[in-house]
């Protein structure tokens, strides 16, 4: 599996948590990448990228201001800081580059945010 999830739980409504994303090759260092999530019955959606270089990142609306992506390429890791957590973030969480690549996609990492 080129990328791995975790950091993935149950948490309260307005908790933390922080994701992280490990690479067995080079895929982290040499790609743009980010972050997805699919809640059930619902499309995998992005929710934020970082730039190789890390000087520059996006995320959609529904996160904004609440959730922070990180990386640390000497690591061959990415990061997904949650804050704020609703219970519409339930979903599971996926890395991958940017644009993403069906054959990098892992097992994902469940989040569970109750009310």
């Known amino acids: 599996v080129p990328l791995v999830e975790s950091g993935g739980g149950l948490v309260q409504a307005g908790g933390s948590l922080r994701l992280s994303c490990t690479a067995s090759g080079s895929i982290i260092r040499m790609n743009a990448m980010g972050w997805y999530r699919q809640a059930p019955g619902k499309q995998r959606i992005f929710i934020a990228a970082i730039t190789i270089g890390g000087d520059s990142t996006s995320y959609a609306e529904s996160v904004k201001g609440r959730f922070t992506i990180s990386r640390d390429n000497a690591k061959n890791t990415m990061y997904l800081q949650m804050n704020s957590l609703k219970p519409e973030d339930t979903a599971r969480y996926y890395c991958?580059?940017?644009?993403?690549?069906?054959?990098?996609w892992g097992q994902g990492t469940q989040v569970t945010v109750s009310s």
């Open positions: 991958n580059a940017v644009p993403y690549s069906n054959d990098y």
